[in-house]
């Protein structure tokens, strides 16, 4: 978990327009989602996806979201934007995650039973575990999970995910004190289609959520 005093960071995934990438940034986002999973209904192009990451500033970082990919689709992903930060959604192993010497997420779907911490011991080199809801298919399908599943001390940097929106994260945060936050459809008009409102409100909502605990905290 982090540190009370640190702010908890912000990650908006699936975008597909320069518009939201350009509103992400303005809101404040720490990084952006570019789904490179095929299946997915927010996947775009590799071609696309450098075009997205090319409109970011320092200090925002474009993350590629792969399920189950072939090694050659990550390298080229690797190439075409390199300054990304690697997500494995999908059911890949902790050796399939480290080949590619570059840091990343490794995405944990929260079922009872899950063995998090066990998890986490298997993927220590991962940058942080993103807990999502388990659903069928791969994703959260914009469904919470019970935050109380989540162990009090998980050994790596935390991102919350699933079903997030401006509606709920600061309970989120308040429970669960991620590192960071993860949102996707929470913040949509249209699957893949942002809404710069609802970007700005969820933004505003993280920020007012570390307000209250640094008061709690005084």
């Not at 220590?124 to 914009?142: F, K, M």
Request: hydrophobic letters at 45%.
């Amino acid at each position: 978990m982090k540190s009370l005093t640190t702010r908890t960071r912000i990650k908006i995934c699936g975008l597909t327009r320069e518009a939201d990438v350009d509103t992400a940034v303005e809101c404040g986002a720490d990084a952006i989602g570019l789904v490179l999973y095929p299946k997915s209904p927010r996947a775009i192009s590799l071609a696309r996806a450098a075009e997205l990451a090319r409109r970011l500033p320092p200090f925002v970082t474009p993350v590629c979201l792969f399920v189950n990919a072939i090694a050659e689709d990550v390298e080229a992903a690797l190439d075409a934007v390199p300054n990304a930060l690697l997500q494995f959604h999908g059911d890949e192993t902790p050796a399939d995650c480290e080949r590619f010497k570059r840091p990343y997420l490794r995405a944990a779907r929260m079922a009872p039973g899950l063995a998090l911490l066990d998890f986490a011991s298997a993927h220590a080199s991962a940058a942080g575990l993103l807990l999502d809801a388990h659903v069928e298919g791969y994703g959260g399908g914009g469904k919470a999970f019970d935050w109380s599943l989540v162990p009090a001390h998980v050994p790596l940097p935390v991102v919350l995910s699933g079903g997030l929106s401006p509606a709920n994260v600061i309970d989120g945060v308040m429970s669960v004190r991620p590192w960071a936050v993860d949102v996707s459809s929470g913040v949509e008009s249209a699957k893949g289609l942002k809404d710069a409102a609802l970007m700005r409100r969820f933004c505003e909502a993280v920020r007012e959520a570390d307000a209250r605990i640094a008061d709690a905290d005084n």
